[in-house]
């Protein structure tokens, strides 16, 4: 933990003015230690925790949100509308703070997204608390279709296949979306130089 809490500090001296982290445990602490990380964590007023837990551990985060006053963040590894209802039934997160992360590219395709979306908010939960994680130009695609919270963004990351269109609009910190026709994948110069290099 020592070393752990070691880089945040260094990440957040770092940071820009106005600026937040977020740190991701991966989902590989048991409950223990997600507790001890959490009580560390609170000193620094982080955008949120995510994935303390495993993500199917839903009682492990239940106890966790009783304790954390943060933020947390999960759901990028819950794939059906089961798994999410599964979440907020037993999760214990607050739907006032904590932030769901499902992946639309992950979750079975937008269908099977729009129906987690009708879930969601038959228990209460506002569109504006999801982010979907991935980082890609399809989740952001997304994102503004269903008027969420956001969407992670982490250009030049898993490229070619990740990230953003080549010309994808940025501003600031933040990154609009194009006026092209598409996902994002159409306009990803180096992704179709490697379709053609493999695929003939």
């Not at 955008?47 to 993500?55: F, G, K, R």
């Not at 006053?69 to 509308?81: H, K, M, R, Y």
């Not at 499902?102 to 908010?121: H, I, N, Q, T």
Request: hydrophobic content about 40%.
């Amino acid at each position: 933990m020592a070393a752990d809490l070691e880089r945040i500090e260094a990440v957040i001296d770092l940071l820009p003015d106005g600026s937040r982290l977020a740190v991701d445990a991966n989902g590989r602490f048991g409950v223990r230690t997600a507790m001890e990380y959490a009580a560390a964590l609170e000193a620094y007023d982080l955008l949120w925790y995510e994935e303390p837990c495993d993500p199917l551990d839903y009682r492990g985060h239940a106890v966790l949100a009783e304790q954390y006053p943060g933020v947390l963040a999960t759901g990028e590894n819950l794939f059906s509308v089961q798994d999410v209802g599964n979440l907020v039934r037993y999760g214990g997160l607050r739907a006032d703070r904590d932030i769901l992360q499902m992946d639309p590219c992950l979750s079975y395709g937008v269908s099977e997204y729009a129906a987690m979306l009708d879930r969601l908010d038959f228990h209460g939960w506002a569109l504006q608390r999801c982010c979907p994680h991935g980082g890609h130009q399809y989740n952001l695609a997304v994102a503004a279709a269903f008027h969420l919270g956001g969407c992670e963004s982490y250009p030049k990351v898993f490229e070619p296949y990740g990230g953003f269109a080549d010309d994808t609009p940025g501003q600031g910190r933040t990154v609009a979306l194009s006026d092209a026709p598409g996902v994002g994948i159409e306009r990803k110069e180096a992704l179709h130089a490697l379709f053609r290099r493999h695929c003939g």
